[in-house]
């Protein structure tokens, strides 16, 4: 099993920072892919970053240059940093893991980020 907590979210205004971080424990392998995946009101839920073991990150369009996703050594903490936030980045950020031995989606219970004008 595997448990995900985020963290980091809040209300800020146009142009500013947040960083999110999401703490993982259980049954988690270094060789498992982490992402952040974001659901706005009325839309469906899409992915903003994720990171890969053996290759580089991959950001949404949205988001390129202004947000960077980080994962630490231990594998078991993942971090999104925002920057140049707009109102529309408004949305619940959830956490995903993938990973051995069967590759299903485990997600955290979100944290909302909001962005006024």
């Known amino acids: 099993q595997v448990q995900l907590v985020e963290s980091g979210g809040g209300l800020v205004q146009a142009g500013g920072s947040l960083r999110l971080s999401c703490a993982a424990s259980?049954?988690?392998?270094?060789?498992?892919?982490m992402g952040w995946f974001r659901q706005a009101p009325g839309k469906q839920r899409e992915l903003a970053a994720r990171?890969?073991?053996?290759?580089?990150?991959l950001y949404a369009e949205s988001v390129k240059g202004r947000f960077t996703i980080s994962r630490d050594n231990t594998g078991n903490r993942l971090y999104l940093q925002m920057d140049s936030l707009k109102p529309e980045d408004t949305a619940i950020y959830y956490c995903n893991y993938q990973g051995p031995p069967d590759w299903r989606s485990y997600w955290g219970q979100g944290t909302q980020v909001t962005v006024s004008s």
């Open positions: 990171v890969f073991t053996n290759t580089g990150p």
């Open positions: 259980g049954s988690i392998a270094s060789s498992g892919n």
